[in-house]
């Protein structure tokens, strides 16, 4: 919903919560952990920070390759 308005420091701090909890419970090899990866990412592009996108969908891909 914070997406859909526009929110995206609020959506992109609910993720980072969600993607702790990912982490800490099923691992950093998970693939529902490495698509958390990429989804903050997503809000990373979206909020113009470009850098920590591109270094967010790098780490997501390369655990996707590793594990899938």
Same mark, same amino acid.
């Given at each position: 919903?914070?997406?859909? $308005?526009?929110?995206?420091?609020?959506?992109?701090? %609910?993720?980072?919560?969600?993607?702790? $909890?990912?982490?800490?419970? %099923?691992?950093?090899?998970?693939?529902?952990?490495?698509?958390?990866?990429?989804? %903050?990412?997503?809000?990373?592009?979206?909020?113009?920070?470009?850098?920590?996108?591109?270094?967010?969908?790098?780490?997501? $891909?390369?655990?996707?390759?590793?594990?899938?």
């Amino acid at each position: 919903l914070y997406d859909q $308005l526009g929110r995206y420091d609020a959506a992109a701090a %609910l993720h980072a919560e969600a993607m702790e $909890l990912r982490m800490q419970r %099923l691992g950093a090899d998970h693939p529902e952990t490495s698509g958390g990866v990429a989804f %903050l990412g997503r809000h990373e592009h979206l909020r113009g920070n470009l850098a920590e996108a591109r270094r967010r969908y790098t780490e997501a $891909l390369a655990t996707q390759r590793r594990t899938l």
